[in-house]
């Protein structure tokens, strides 16, 4: 199988001690591409050096907007220049998250450094990773609002083809009517572990109402990790298990969901075949 880990974060120190065979067990296990999303300019560095140094993995780069103390002219100056490498494939993480972050202003800095982020990858005609967080883990709630505000009127400004592709909505984990919004504004939308949790029935019935070619298959390692090995370290070689969900719950065969999804992220990151 053909499979690709768009979301997973390779440059934590919870893989210092065993990033490269935590690599190859990735490749070992049948992925083709992993991408490492930036949360900082120091983060987003480190995953274009890994990218640099492994031909299945690319980067992303931006500001997390829970790690936004150090964003400023000077360190997104560094995040800008970093995009420009062949290498990147994407702005982000970037996003609104309400759930660690209560003082509006505060959040309204999350709201504007977003725009920013979002006007650099319109230049630069590269895709966005989005992340979105409410407020106590709701499924709906200021959050999805005020995020779906700003990408409708970003996603609106855009020309072909990036408007045709502006991005995913990474760990998807909002309501039916917030996925459709999304998909109206032509997101993907990326699916993690909790997919495959005894608790999840409502996830999944919405997974079951997305249409196949906009799902993208995330780990988000090290964190959120599937059944069977839910509690352990997440990695990438683990994706197959979400993968193995999603063709359970849309009656199609694991190999048939490897090869789509790996097919949408090639579309959306153009990172080939």
């Given at each position: 199988?053909?499979?690709?880990?768009t979301?997973?974060?390779?440059?934590?120190?919870?893989?210092?001690?065993?990033?490269?065979?935590?690599?190859?067990?990735?490749?070992?296990?049948?992925?083709?591409?992993?991408?490492?999303?930036?949360?900082?300019?120091?983060?987003?560095?480190?995953?274009?050096?890994?990218?640099?140094?492994?031909?299945?993995?690319?980067?992303?780069?931006?500001?997390?907007?829970?790690?936004?103390?150090?964003?400023?002219?000077?360190?997104?100056?560094?995040?800008?220049?970093?995009?420009?490498?062949?290498?990147?494939?994407?702005?982000?993480?970037?996003?609104?998250?309400?759930?660690?972050?209560?003082?509006?202003?505060?959040?309204?800095?999350?709201?504007e450094?977003?725009?920013?982020?979002?006007?650099?990858?319109?230049?630069?005609?590269?895709?966005?990773?989005?992340?979105?967080?409410?407020?106590?883990?709701?499924w709906?709630?200021?959050?999805?609002?005020?995020?779906?505000?700003?990408?409708?009127?970003?996603?609106?400004?855009?020309?072909?083809?990036l408007?045709?592709?502006?991005?995913?909505?990474?760990?998807?984990?909002?309501?039916?009517?917030t996925?459709?919004?999304?998909?109206?504004?032509?997101?993907?939308?990326?699916?993690?572990?909790?997919?495959?949790?005894?608790?999840?029935?409502?996830?999944?019935?919405?997974?079951?109402?997305?249409?196949?070619?906009?799902?993208?298959?995330?780990?988000?390692?090290?964190?959120?990790?599937?059944?069977?090995?839910r509690?352990?370290?997440?990695e990438?070689?683990y994706?197959?298990?979400?993968?193995?969900?999603?063709a359970?719950?849309?009656?199609?065969?694991?190999?048939?969901?490897?090869?789509?999804?790996?097919?949408?992220?090639?579309?959306?990151?153009?990172?080939?075949?």
């Amino acid at each position: 199988m053909n499979l690709t880990d768009t979301h997973c974060h390779l440059d934590y120190n919870k893989f210092d001690s065993d990033r490269a065979e935590v690599i190859q067990r990735a490749i070992d296990s049948g992925l083709i591409r992993l991408l490492v999303p930036g949360l900082h300019h120091r983060s987003s560095r480190d995953a274009v050096l890994l990218a640099e140094s492994n031909p299945s993995v690319y980067a992303a780069v931006g500001f997390h907007p829970t790690d936004l103390e150090e964003f400023s002219e000077g360190t997104f100056q560094q995040v800008k220049e970093l995009a420009i490498h062949p290498k990147v494939v994407a702005i982000g993480e970037i996003g609104i998250d309400y759930y660690w972050v209560k003082e509006n202003d505060k959040r309204a800095f999350q709201r504007e450094a977003l725009k920013v982020q979002l006007q650099f990858a319109k230049e630069i005609n590269k895709p966005v990773i989005i992340h979105m967080r409410e407020e106590n883990d709701a499924w709906v709630g200021d959050a999805s609002v005020d995020l779906l505000k700003i990408l409708e009127e970003w996603q609106g400004s855009l020309q072909n083809p990036l408007a045709e592709r502006p991005g995913v909505l990474h760990s998807f984990n909002g309501n039916l009517e917030t996925a459709q919004k999304a998909l109206n504004l032509n997101f993907y939308l990326g699916i993690t572990g909790p997919v495959t949790y005894k608790n999840a029935d409502e996830k999944r019935e919405i997974i079951r109402q997305l249409p196949l070619d906009k799902i993208l298959i995330e780990t988000d390692s090290p964190f959120l990790a599937p059944v069977p090995v839910r509690g352990k370290r997440n990695e990438p070689a683990y994706v197959g298990h979400i993968a193995d969900k999603i063709a359970e719950i849309h009656l199609k065969s694991p190999a048939e969901i490897a090869a789509i999804t790996a097919a949408n992220a090639a579309r959306l990151f153009a990172w080939g075949d």
